[in-house]
């Protein structure tokens, strides 16, 4: 397995099965990714999304070793940069070399196609975003248990994944939120931890009593917010809060953030007007249920969304119930398809 940042490294270190070996990703230059795959020497290349790697793509076919994109994506952005003339000549040649491409939808289907993609190799296969195992570990069923005596029956909620100005939305709807319900605890996870540190230092200034997770803070009786600003807790934190906010959605400049992860823990999920192609997720999770994610406009109907789950515990226990069971019913068989994919064009071939 490889990585190109360090924190995504950070986040699943302690989840690597054994026999799993983790490098970084080599730098794309001719060199780096000649000695890469020459001390590797890989059977196959399987590539995310939308890491489409020129040096990478082109060595790895000149040594006969296929290349799969898996759950391809290209955004309306990246899409027209690819269009241009200067670009186009290196998009439809990287493409050419890939022997398998599993696209997110139709509508990114027909992106690769239009940039010269084989048809050939398109497939269907559903989002591995909904291939969530629980891998769960005994101190990480420590970790749940203890912050369910912190949290002690509270009213709570989390907003997940948060970027930069998203906090004074979350804030707001915090402010309004524990006038209704005194005991409200807010749990407050950015998107990265040094947004966090920024979060916690502008709340001390406010004189506010904020809860730290890096500095193991114990949440008291009258701790209201609690910052998490470490990384790789987030499916964890979905353990032991009933209410979801998944951030990245409530700002023109974002475009959302996997809400599986949160359905898939049993969360009433909440998201904002903001979601990018996310929007086919949640489109297929409404589509079982539509109660399984509550999209809003903006703060005041998240507020308003907000004081409904936390004042009626019926809807709230109903939305919980309907956010699985669209997480269940969509992400069944999803693995089994995307191998038996990979097996027809990728492994039968070799």
């Not at 397995?1 to 490294?9: C, E, G, K, L, R």
């Not at 076919?61 to 200067?86: D, Y």
């Not at 996310?278 to 703060?299: C, N």
Request: proline share 5%; charged share 20%.
């Amino acid at each position: 397995m490889t990585t190109t940042v360090a924190s995504a490294f950070a986040a699943i270190e302690d989840r690597l099965p054994s026999g799993v070996i983790y490098q970084f990703a080599p730098v794309d230059t001719p060199r780096a990714v000649e000695d890469f795959l020459g001390y590797w020497d890989p059977t196959a290349i399987f590539l995310m999304e939308s890491e489409l790697w020129p040096n990478l793509i082109i060595s790895a076919s000149e040594r006969g070793i296929p290349i799969t994109l898996l759950n391809a994506r290209m955004s309306l952005k990246s899409f027209r940069c690819w269009s241009g003339w200067v670009a186009r000549p290196l998009i439809a040649l990287m493409l050419s070399k890939l022997c398998l491409i599993l696209p997110l939808s139709t509508i990114q289907a027909i992106h690769f196609q239009l940039l010269q993609a084989p048809p050939s190799v398109i497939n269907f296969a559903g989002d591995l975003k909904y291939a969530i195992g629980d891998f769960a570990t005994a101190e990480e069923a420590r970790k749940v248990k203890n912050l369910k005596l912190q949290f002690a029956n509270r009213p709570i909620w989390m907003a997940a994944s948060i970027h930069k100005g998203e906090e004074e939305v979350m804030l707001w709807a915090h402010e309004k939120l524990v006038k209704m319900y005194p005991e409200l605890v807010t749990v407050l996870i950015p998107r990265h931890p040094q947004h966090g540190q920024q979060i916690i230092q502008s709340l001390k200034r406010q004189g506010m009593n904020v809860a730290v997770r890096s500095r193991a803070d114990i949440v008291s009786p009258s701790t209201s917010l609690y910052v998490v600003d470490t990384l790789g807790e987030l499916r964890m934190l979905y353990k032991v809060t009933p209410i979801a906010v998944v951030g990245g959605s409530f700002l023109p400049n974002l475009a959302g953030h996997n809400i599986s992860e949160a359905a898939a823990a049993g969360c009433a999920v909440l998201t904002g007007p903001h979601v990018g192609h996310f929007s086919k997720m949640i489109a297929e999770m409404k589509q079982v249920d539509y109660s399984s994610v509550l999209q809003v406009a903006g703060r005041m109907e998240l507020l308003e969304t907000l004081d409904w789950l936390l004042g009626k515990p019926e809807a709230r226990e109903a939305c919980q119930q309907a956010a699985k069971k669209a997480f269940s019913t969509i992400s069944s068989g999803v693995v089994q398809r995307v191998w038996e994919s990979i097996d027809v064009h990728v492994l039968s071939k070799r």
